[in-house]
C-alpha cells in the first residue's frame, strides 16, 4: 500500500530532533500515563535518541509528521517507534508503513516483533497485521508476527 503522494520519508537528521521531541510527546504522553510508563522529558529524549540512526521523518509540504524507526539488522526485524501526527492517525498511514515494513522482512525470510504500550490503541492495528503478545516488558507488551 504505497503513502500519499503529499507525504514523503527521508532519513533522520540532528535538526529534526526538536520537532520530533514535540510529536512524541503530542502523540505518546497520554497513552504512557494510561500505561504507568515514565513520562519525563529525559525519558522521552532517551526513546527518542535510541537507534536514531535508524529512523526515518515523514513529511507532508516541508512539516515533520511522523516518525518511523526500525531495525533490519537483526532476526527478528524490529518496528522500534512510530509516531504519527494526529491529523494523519486513523487514515492507514501507519498500516502502510508497517504493511510495507512486514513485506520487506517476508522477502528476507524474517519474523518482525515490536513492543506496544499496554495502553496503546495502536496494539488492535498490530492484532490485525496478525501481530501476537509473546510478553510483557514493564508497561509494554512484546508483539511477534511470524513468516515461517
Known amino acids: 500500500m504505497p ?44 526513546k527518542l535518541r535510541k537507534g536514531y540512526e535508524l529512523a526515518q521523518v515523514l513529511e507532508e509540504e516541508g512539516r515533520i509528521v511522523g516518525l518511523f524507526k526500525v531495525d533490519r539488522g537483526h532476526d527478528p526485524w524490529k518496528v522500534i517507534q512510530i509516531h504519527l501526527a494526529p491529523a494523519l492517525q486513523g487514515r492507514g498511514i501507519g498500516k502502510a508503513l508497517i504493511s510495507d515494513f512486514i513485506q520487506e522482512a517476508r522477502q528476507a525470510g524474517c519474523d518482525v516483533t515490536l513492543n506496544v504500550l499496554t495502553q496503546n490503541p495502536a496494539r488492535a492495528l498490530y492484532e490485525r497485521l496478525g501481530f501476537v503478545v509473546t510478553g510483557e516488558e514493564g508497561s509494554e507488551y512484546v508483539m511477534l508476527l511470524r513468516q515461517r
Open 3 to 46: 503513502l500519499p503522494d503529499s507525504l514523503r520519508l527521508r532519513p533522520a537528521v540532528e535538526a529534526d530532533i526538536p520537532a520530533l521531541f514535540a510529536l512524541r510527546k503530542q502523540t505518546m504522553e497520554a497513552h504512557m500515563r494510561a500505561s504507568g510508563a515514565q513520562t519525563s522529558d529525559d525519558y522521552h529524549m532517551a
